[in-house]
């Protein structure tokens, strides 16, 4: 199994303002995924983060709204930028080990 | 891309009542995952599933790959057990799709 960690658990942010949230797994491992999951709502996956080269985002997401880094492998960050109302989410990495997926706890953030 | 459904989307049990939840999934799947989301936000994956059964104390799981659904047991709830209960599909090499969850509720 994984063990990840995340920064902030929480936030409340003023609209216009970006946040970064990292990500820490307690194991080398090659990719890393950020979900995005609204009030009352399923997971949504945002973007797949590979060490060493661009991450790969989904439909409806772009680099600009939500860049990433990951300068190795147990590490990596999303970044919320230009943030509304709308961006109040819970956002959760979570990585796969053996066709197993972990979450780490997930940030939740309220933009007022 | 694939489509998952979750029934029912709501369930209130008593305490000790035993339940099932199911999962259709619109395409053929090569790995299919259920995980509990506490009312706290952790998400613990529960099973790997992607065809037969599975059991994890009071929880089991079964998947029917050809028939494109799966199905959670969970037998003598606990209040413990509240929470909202996710299937997720690999549409594509370790991307998940989730499904529109269970939101289960056990009362005393």
């Known amino acids: 199994s994984a063990v990840i960690s995340q920064k902030p658990s929480r936030d409340i942010c003023q609209r216009g303002t970006s946040l970064t949230i990292q990500c820490q797994v307690d194991?080398?491992?090659?990719?890393m995924f950020w979900y995005r999951q609204q009030p009352g709502q399923s997971l949504t996956l945002i973007a797949t983060?590979?060490?060493?080269?661009?991450?790969?985002?989904e439909s409806g997401f772009v680099i600009d709204k939500f860049p990433i880094s990951r300068p190795n492998l147990t590490f990596s960050t999303l970044t919320v930028s230009n943030m509304s109302p709308e961006d109040s989410s819970i956002y959760l990495c979570?990585?796969?080990?053996?066709?197993?997926?972990?979450f780490g706890p997930g940030t939740r953030l309220t933009v007022l | 891309g694939i489509q998952v459904e979750q029934s029912p989307p709501d369930l209130i049990l008593q305490e000790g009542a035993n339940s099932t939840l199911r999962c259709n999934f619109s395409?053929?799947?090569?790995?299919l995952q259920w995980f509990h989301q506490n009312p706290w936000g952790q998400l613990i994956n529960l099973f790997y599933?992607?065809?037969g059964t599975k059991q994890n104390g009071r929880l089991s799981a079964t998947t029917v790959a050809t028939e494109r659904y799966s199905l959670l047991y969970i037998s003598s709830s606990q209040t413990t057990d509240s929470g909202v209960y996710f299937c997720?599909?690999?549409?594509?090499?370790?991307?998940?799709?989730f499904g529109t969850g269970t939101r289960l509720q056990v009362t005393l």
């Open positions: 979570s990585v796969e080990l053996a066709d197993t997926q972990y």
């Open positions: 194991s080398q491992v090659t990719m």
């Open positions: 983060a590979n060490q060493g080269s661009e991450a790969t985002y």
């Open positions: 395409d053929s799947v090569n790995n």
């Open positions: 599933i992607p065809s």
């Open positions: 997720a599909a690999y549409y594509t090499a370790s991307k998940l799709t």
